[in-house]
């Protein structure tokens, strides 16, 4: 294995990602996110139309309407969702928890999405000069906010740089995926760098916010990191100096600085032992960030039950115990996407319930529902564990690490008013994710190589949607193989 493919199987492991859809189908391996115009993604609207940012001239404002938020697209690169908006908000002068999108969109990308804000007026926002890596347009009042997940996916526009084995491999590996699907996993921008955003949410739902200040500001092995970042990393980690790591991390690092900024408060300062103030910096994130991490570890825990499903049974029919949509979301789904297609993520507990089955012995027997049918849950108040083994390794894996369920319910952490109530930081609904996904309206065209020492290697340019949620790096993961499947003895070990 190369020392490259080393790595990735090293970050991939870390996130519980091991198996393919299609192991016997050669990888033809290639290089992602060369550059950032090789990843142009572009958000879909619930009715399929596709985001686009249009230049136009500046305009006149007519009188506005009593509209309470402003609608605007984004496009941007080289910067995250959340770096933008930490850009916008200290440019307008309004704290960030007044912005609200439908998906976070990847740093190492071009992407376009729409964003909303309440309190701003539209000239504002059609005045602001920002920088060249962040453009914004097509500014308009609208009556509701955009809630998390409200679009029906993106489309993806990428280069594939190095491809090997010639235009057949190509052509085979792809069309594997486009009719086999890929597993859909959470990917790896899921996770932060070095899998930190999971250690995050597991200290916090384990209520050790001292553990999660310290998996957000300590170094980082393995990530490259500017002179100034490492100092400031340093800086905490030698003498739990905040002020001087506030004063010397980077302003991309917003996580960071969001939290030095507590921790370097006089209030902070003035008297508070280092339990309370690390607290008092992780439940004074914004609830979004707040809920972000806490999904991350479930999404590490989802990628893992994911693995073992395919390592034990592979892509065979669903087995008695486990869950699958019912027939009616799978035809939705099949016709995704529409204005009212099935839309798992954020749909309300009470929906999320009706739409899954639990597999009977009969229709277990019969192979009455095939791979593509089967979802698993994602933890929270509104879901139920599969009646099988992997339900079993469910309990296992939370209780190994100290996430309680009571009474065979999933952790639910209720809203408070109670500013001193350590439950007061988030609430947990759950939803189902489909195991296996396949890219839509997927093409493509390959080239010879432009790189004049990959001889015979290919550049492949490509386009498909994806659902909300899906990651476009899992599946193109499957027909670039940079790892090779899992040993088959495990992938995880719970041990005292």
């Known amino acids: 294995m190369s020392q490259r493919s080393s790595a990735a199987a090293t970050d991939e492991h870390a996130c519980?990602?091991?198996?393919?859809?299609?192991?016997?189908?050669?990888?033809?391996?290639?290089?992602?996110?060369?550059?950032?115009?090789?990843?142009?993604?572009?958000?879909?609207?619930e009715d399929g139309s596709e985001v686009r940012l249009k230049r136009r001239p500046p305009t006149t404002d007519a009188p506005e309407d009593d509209a309470e938020y402003v609608r605007f697209?984004?496009?941007?690169?080289?910067?995250?969702?959340?770096?933008?908006?930490?850009?916008?908000?200290?440019?307008?002068?309004?704290?960030?928890?007044?912005?609200?999108?439908?998906?976070?969109?990847?740093?190492?990308?071009?992407?376009?999405?729409?964003?909303?804000?309440?309190?701003?007026?539209?000239?504002?926002?059609?005045?602001?000069?920002v920088h060249d890596r962040i453009h914004i347009g097509q500014v308009r009042r609208v009556a509701r906010k955009l809630k998390l997940g409200q679009c029906a996916g993106n489309r993806f526009r990428v280069a594939l740089r190095g491809a090997a084995g010639g235009a057949a491999a190509v052509d085979a590996a792809l069309a594997a995926v486009a009719?086999?699907?890929?597993?859909?996993?959470?990917?790896?921008?899921?996770?932060?760098?070095?899998s930190r955003n999971e250690e995050v949410g597991r200290a916090c739902l384990q209520a050790?916010?001292?553990?999660?200040?310290?998996?957000?500001?300590?170094?980082?092995?393995?990530?490259?990191?500017?002179?100034?970042?490492?100092?400031?990393?340093?800086?905490?980690?030698?003498?739990?100096?905040?002020?001087?790591?506030?004063?010397?991390?980077?302003?991309?690092?917003?996580?960071?600085?969001?939290?030095?900024?507590?921790?370097?408060?006089?209030?902070?300062?003035?008297?508070?032992?280092?339990?309370?103030?690390?607290?008092?910096?992780?439940?004074?994130?914004?609830?979004?960030?707040?809920r972000l991490l806490a999904h991350a570890y479930f999404s590490r825990l989802w990628n893992l039950v994911a693995s073992e499903r395919l390592r034990r049974h592979g892509t065979a029919p669903a087995r008695e115990g486990e869950l699958v949509l019912r027939a009616s979301?799978?035809?939705?789904?099949?016709?995704?996407?529409?204005p009212r297609k099935a839309r798992l993520r954020g749909a309300p507990g009470r929906t999320r319930k009706r739409e899954v089955h639990m597999v009977t012995a009969e229709e277990a027997a019969a192979g009455t529902y095939c791979a593509s049918r089967?979802?698993?849950?994602?933890?929270?108040?509104?879901?139920?564990?599969?009646?099988?083994?992997?339900g079993a390794f469910y309990r296992t894996a939370l209780a190994h690490e100290g996430?309680?369920?009571?009474?065979?319910v999933w952790l639910e952490v209720s809203a408070s008013r109670d500013a001193e109530d350590d439950d007061n930081w988030l609430a947990i609904q759950g939803d189902y994710r489909p195991l296996l996904l396949r890219p839509q309206r997927m093409r493509w065209s390959v080239e010879p190589a432009d790189d004049a020492d990959a001889a015979g290697a290919s550049d492949v340019?490509?386009?498909?949607?994806?659902p909300p949620g899906a990651y476009a790096t899992m599946c193109l993961r499957e027909a670039i193989k940079a790892t090779p499947p899992a040993p088959r003895g495990g992938h995880v070990r719970f041990e005292d």
């Open 179 to 194: 009719t086999n699907g890929f597993v859909n996993y959470f990917g790896l921008q899921r996770f932060g760098a070095s």
């Open 403 to 408: 996430i309680e369920m009571d009474d065979g």
């Open 461 to 466: 340019a490509l386009r498909f949607d994806l």
């Open 374 to 390: 089967i979802v698993l849950p994602l933890p929270g108040a509104a879901v139920v564990l599969p009646e099988d083994d992997l």
């Open 73 to 129: 697209v984004l496009r941007k690169e080289r910067v995250d969702t959340f770096g933008a908006i930490a850009e916008l908000s200290a440019l307008l002068g309004v704290p960030s928890r007044r912005f609200a999108f439908a998906g976070l969109k990847d740093y190492h990308a071009v992407t376009t999405q729409e964003i909303d804000v309440r309190g701003v007026a539209p000239a504002q926002l059609r005045r602001l000069e």
């Open 208 to 290: 050790d916010y001292e553990a999660g200040v310290e998996a957000i500001l300590r170094p980082q092995p393995g990530r490259k990191m500017s002179g100034a970042e490492l100092e400031a990393r340093a800086a905490w980690a030698v003498g739990r100096d905040a002020v001087r790591a506030l004063r010397l991390m980077p302003r991309a690092c917003t996580i960071e600085r969001d939290v030095l900024q507590r921790l370097a408060s006089p209030q902070s300062l003035d008297g508070r032992d280092h339990a309370a103030r690390c607290r008092d910096a992780i439940l004074g994130l914004p609830l979004g960030q707040r």
């Open 329 to 338: 979301s799978a035809r939705r789904a099949r016709r995704w996407p529409t």
């Open 16 to 45: 519980s990602i091991f198996e393919y859809v299609s192991p016997a189908i050669s990888g033809i391996g290639g290089t992602l996110k060369n550059t950032p115009s090789d990843f142009v993604v572009s958000e879909l609207r």
